[in-house]
């Protein structure tokens, strides 16, 4: 099944001409197929604005190349966008696979160097424990996360807002941890000779742990293959201070206030991902500050338009028994319901699709939470996903960056890798994340009873 594509529009960047030309979009249901995993056939896609439009699944529609004039030739030039993000299963039966893909990611668990064969075991063994408890959150979200599918709808999203500004490109997805990986979005922008590349992962904020790690993996690829090591890149490592994202942002802030009966009285709640403490002391992680720093100006342009509500923020999602970033959202919606708050708008301001940790963790457990400690109205600013104002500042941020397109070995984009003190990490990281994670929490230890006994 296939489908014709024009477009007539042009784009003059760094005193050349780019010219799109003609294209085409196949389609291929084949799992296994490198950049092409999951793909459907192009369906209307009636979604968001975008009534009458042909939808073509992420990494299978492609064009044949833009024609650059220059004073004295005439070459091809392809430009490619690659979306970065974390991935999730999208099965009950990939979760336990999901999750020993993220936990064998040393970017995950940061082993000392010495120690670093067991981290394949040690992610076997912690995914087969946590498996039974994750398969329950995704089983009360509908069975599955709904990342790939919101992504692969923000790419399309994105490809017409960057047509809107005459510039034709093909649109990839890479995931980190679950299909399609970034392992086979790269070798699909290889099969269609790419020749100039952004980067974007879809995390406002740096940190090791996500962009760190993704553009870790694009590293090591560019530098095992001849001609990827040549192909320009520009990589997009932290968009957070974008007027656009804030604007955005706040917009979405200001329409969910206003569902209160009261919205001056409502305190808003920012509620993060969390990362281990020793992320930012020891590996020198910018995600907290850049973290406050959003904060700060997303409030800026809410106080702009008149709006001064009382707000604070938190982290969600640490496991185990290390220090992570403080405080906790867990706690601070007990004491902020002891301190007689009764109107919460919560705000998900690291993640911009819905996932598990909006869906379930926010959605339900801290809900609950919150109800149960005092708070009576409580609200959730859903995660920006294809917002209008959103996309489009996303396609000026790639028209921005790709004259800065450079060879990957060449760019800064190397992640925070720090030496580790052998002896400390042993005893903070490895005895006391790991193994008393695994060994001390009761679930962990019915789970080893099952399995002796």
Known sequence: MSVSCHSSKSLRLDNVTYQPLSGSCSSARNKNMLGLVHSQACLPFDKRNTVGKTFCSVGVCTYDGVAIESH?????????????????????????????????????????????????PLAQLISVLRAPKSREGYAAIGGGSPLRKITDEQAHALKLALEAKNISAN?????????????????QIKRDKITRLVVLPLYP???????????????????????????????????YQREGYVRSMADLIAKELETFAEPSEVMIFFSAHGVPVSYVEDAGDPYRDQMEECIFLIMQELKARGIDNKHTLAYQSRVGPVQWLKPYTDEVLVELGQKGV????????????????????????????????????????????CTSSFITDLADAVIEALPSATTMSTSSTTSIVVDHDLVRDFVKLFFGSILAFLLFSPRMISAFKNHLF
């Open 72 to 120: 004295s030739q005439v070459v091809e030039e392809k430009v490619g966008v690659l979306l970065l993000n974390l991935g999730g299963p999208e099965t009950l039966s990939d979760v336990q696979p999901f999750l020993f893909n993220l936990f064998a990611d040393p970017d995950i668990i940061r082993l000392p160097r010495l120690f670093r064969f067991l981290q394949r």
């Open 171 to 187: 649109i990839y997805v890479g995931m980190r941890y679950w299909y399609p990986f970034t392992e086979e979005a790269i070798q």
């Open 205 to 239: 904020q740096f940190s090791i742990s996500t962009t760190g790690s993704s553009i870790r993996v694009l590293q090591s690829l560019f530098r095992k293959d001849a001609h990827l090591s040549r192909l320009p890149v520009a990589v997009i490592k932290s968009w």
């Open 342 to 385: 009764k109107n919460l708008l919560a705000v998900p301001v690291s993640f911009v699709s819905e996932h598990i940790e909006t869906l379930e963790e926010i959605d339900m457990e801290y809900k609950d939470l919150a109800l149960e400690s005092g708070i009576e109205n409580w609200g959730r600013v859903p995660a920006l996903g």
